[in-house]
């Protein structure tokens, strides 16, 4: 799979759509969608909307974050937002500031919910 690179010093502003996995470590002012990883560097900030199977995160995000698989958010990070996962992993000291809702969760909650009837014993 294809590896985008966002490096420092690069700026932009606009809408990405990729296959492949992005690192960034310059500022994107839009949207990302991509149905590989997203790693945002220590330097990097993104400003709008991500779409991703998993991604990490040291810099700065602000903005809707829909993360399918794990979201790892690193010491030095910023989140603020809105933030949908399927599994989250914080280390401590990053800052965090984000409605959060987690999708493998409500999916366990409806497995055990749906747990299969026993038969009924007769006694006579």
């Known amino acids: 799979m294809e590896r985008n690179v966002i490096s420092k010093n690069t700026t932009i502003i606009g809408d990405i759509k990729a296959e492949g996995d992005f690192r960034i470590d310059g500022v994107l002012e839009g949207s990302l969608k991509t149905k590989g990883r997203v790693i945002l560097g220590a330097d990097g900030s993104i400003k709008g909307n991500i779409e991703a199977s998993n991604a ?7 903005g809707q974050l829909k993360v399918e698989k794990t979201l790892t958010v690193k010491t030095i990070a910023t989140i603020s937002g809105e933030v949908t996962v399927g599994k989250l992993s914080i280390e401590p000291g990053a ?3 984000a ?3 987690m999708t493998e969760s409500v999916k366990g909650i ?3 919910n749906e747990k299969p009837k026993q038969p009924k014993n007769s006694f006579k």
Not at 56 to 62: P, R
């Open 56 to 62: 990490d995160i040291e810099g700065i995000f602000s």
């Open 95 to 97: 800052n965090f500031n």
């Open 110 to 112: 409806k497995k055990e």
């Open 99 to 101: 409605s959060c809702f």
